[in-house]
């Protein structure tokens, strides 16, 4: 019995020493393909500054639009791929934003330039100043990669070194650590000049106060106006606040607790108009059809004075059905003056509404004279010649560079696949094209 005691023993622990070597085996392997990740991530990311900078440096000393236009897209790919090779970086712990947002500023300003086209609105001078900032900053950060990717390979310094360094604040070679923060201050410094303005799309419009018409409402007023809305009890708390200084709608956010029913809702102070709210409750099984659930919520729309809409897409969620309407005003579809309704398919009430969309743009649009040069035909001529047309109608919709323009909405089908394409009514551009959502098919049911 003693030999069999001894032998189970040993047996045991041969089994714990193989099993604890193919753990630390494991976990090797698990830090070496980790490691192996994150230098792969860095030296792409050196190579791409480097390539970017060189490309913006190209650019400046271009002077034809036809080549401009590749090459300003061509920074946008790289700039976009930069910020993903930061993002596999182990920096959750090291603020590494300024840096992510310089990429994505340079990003956005060469393809806003790149599509606009060139041949008819030039590179001003200010956007060839934005150019040679672009040029310099990326060539310090170009640099300081450069200085730390040597010192990494020369001492052969480790990522996951500088993960545990970050989460202990221990004392070590902080080579990565120090030229990261370097890279972060130079970014910061650009960011921080008078480039916004460049950068952002309708700064100065989206900036300003949107007046509306009508008085401006009182705390109490607001009170009676929500217990009307929403057929509550006189008794309901209620609290309610108002916005700070600089916001671009002076709004009250209201929010109340019936006990069955969480309510929240934003009314502008001027006019009381309903810009958004939502209420929450324990939503029984679907007992009405999303037709019925979608005549409910134009009916609740058209009593909010929103009458010239039409629902242009509608999505089944469970037991709640959301539906999006636009304005349509002379057969034209306006898609950024849109409103989002949500429905309770069990009794119909309407849950939500988001009208911010809708009341920003007609309140601030004004008069816009939009050119039409081409017809409904030759839109047509100018869709992918694959795609069976099935229908088509006017629609004025946001471009990529924030601006408003009339088109021509195609909706047609390739491959069993529903698309609409947007092709702009005045120079015939193909400004959008969008796959609809097919009904996702449902598995393990037979």
Known sequence: MRWVLYIVLIVGLISAIVYGYQEHQEKNAILIQAENNYQRAFHDLTYRI??????????????????????LTEIWKISSEAQADVGQLPLTLMPFNKTEEFLSNIGEFSYRVAIRGLDEEPLTEEEMDLLSQ?????????????????????????????EVALATNEPGDNTIIDGLKTIEDNSEEFNSTDNEGVFTLNSESKSEEIKFEGKTYNEEEVQEF??????????????????????????YNVSFDTGDLHGYAELSQQGANMISYML??????????????????????????????EMVESSQY???GVFRFVRVEDD??????????????????????????YIVNTTTRGEVDFSENITDEEARDL????????????????????????????????????????????????????????????????
């Open 50 to 71: 480097d390539l970017l900078n060189d490309k913006i440096s190209t650019v400046l000393a271009m002077n034809t639009p036809e080549n401009l236009s590749p090459e």
């Open 134 to 162: 672009l040029h310099e900053s990326s060539n310090n950060i170009r640099k300081e990669l450069r200085t730390v990717q040597h010192e990494v390979l020369d001492k052969g310094l480790r990522w996951m070194d500088v």
């Open 226 to 251: 929500i217990t009307e809305q929403f057929e509550l009890d006189g008794n309901v708390d209620m609290n309610i606040t108002g916005t700070g200084d600089g916001a671009d709608i002076p709004m």
């Open 280 to 309: 929450t409750r324990e939503v029984g099984e679907a007992q009405i059809s999303l037709n019925e659930a979608m005549i409910q919520a134009e009916e609740l729309l058209n009593g909010l004075g929103y009458d010239n809409i």
């Open 318 to 320: 469970e037991k709640v």
């Open 332 to 357: 034209v579809y306006y898609y950024p003056d849109s409103l989002q309704v949500k429905v309770a398919l069990d009794n119909g009430d309407i849950m939500g509404l988001t009208a911010r969309d």
């Open 383 to 446: 869709v992918n010649p694959n795609i069976e047309i099935m229908e088509s109608r006017k629609a004025v919709i946001e471009n990529d560079l924030g601006e408003n323009v009339l088109c021509y909405e195609l909706v047609g089908v390739l491959n069993d696949q529903t698309y609409r394409v947007y092709i702009n009514a005045d120079d015939g551009f193909e400004e959008k094209v969008e796959k609809l959502k097919q009904s996702e098919q449902l598995y393990g049911i037979n």
